[in-house]
């Protein structure tokens, strides 16, 4: 009998020690911690040297300037201190483009009202897309004026940004529009013009997880 008392004594003891043991849980190994890559802070890889990139230390975004939908001058100067995402597209994509751009819509809305993150959407065929031809398909999407720009400008400086700026497979379709070879990826690029991110602008998951990353970025907890 004694054992018994004994033996429910200690269950009791074990029921009331559960919340505490809860409690220290969290607090030694509760704390979130979400850690966001940065990316090539070895360099770039350049085997065949067709890049003009820092082959050792931190790449980053290199200068350039385009010409968005309302033909402003934009590049990366505005880039400084915002987060930005970049893809690449052209508006008469037959295949991945119109799913991108839908699912860029997506972020547009999430961050409407937040002025430090904005978007380039970079075009890979701009002699076919000019600021008017841009101006007429980010109206098409809802893009959010001052926020989701659409860029256009030289072809070579364009295709050297992507392959050796963003680090994305680029390749000229000479006009047509099925021959063009360009990377579904959406780019989180931080303040700093470092590449935080790369997510698949097909893919709902992926674009999810940028929103979130972005915020993480917004608020600092890297």
């Not at 007429?136 to 256009?152: C, E, P, Q, R």
């Not at 400008?153 to 364009?158: L, R, S």
């Not at 991110?197 to 917004?218: P, Q």
Request: contains cysteine; charged residues 25%; aromatic residues 10%.
């Amino acid at each position: 009998m004694k054992g018994l008392r004994i033996l429910q004594g200690l269950v009791l003891l074990c029921i009331l020690m559960i919340p505490v043991l809860i409690i220290l849980f969290l607090k030694t190994f509760g704390t979130n911690q979400y850690d966001i890559p940065i990316y090539y802070q070895d360099g770039v890889e350049n085997p065949f040297k067709e890049c003009n990139v820092v082959e050792s230390g931190q790449h980053y975004i290199p200068d350039f300037e385009l010409t968005d939908q309302d033909a402003k001058t934009r590049g990366r100067k505005d880039m400084k201190d915002k987060i930005t995402v970049v893809d690449f597209f052209f508006t008469s994509c037959p295949s991945i483009c119109p799913v991108m751009s839908k699912e860029m819509e997506r972020v547009d809305a999430a961050f409407r009202d937040e002025s430090d993150v904005q978007i380039f959407s970079i075009s890979i065929d701009p002699e076919y897309d000019t600021s008017e031809i841009l101006a007429s398909y980010a109206k098409d999407h809802n893009a959010t004026a001052g926020k989701w720009h659409f860029l256009t400008g030289d072809k070579t400086k364009i295709y050297e940004l992507a392959r050796c700026g963003f680090i994305l497979p680029t390749l000229d379709g000479m006009g047509v529009a099925e021959d063009f070879v360009h990377s579904d990826k959406f780019v989180l690029v931080d303040g700093e013009g470092r590449i935080r991110g790369y997510y698949s602008g097909t893919n709902r998951d992926e674009v999810d997880r940028l929103i979130l990353e972005i915020k993480i970025l917004m608020h600092g907890k890297e």
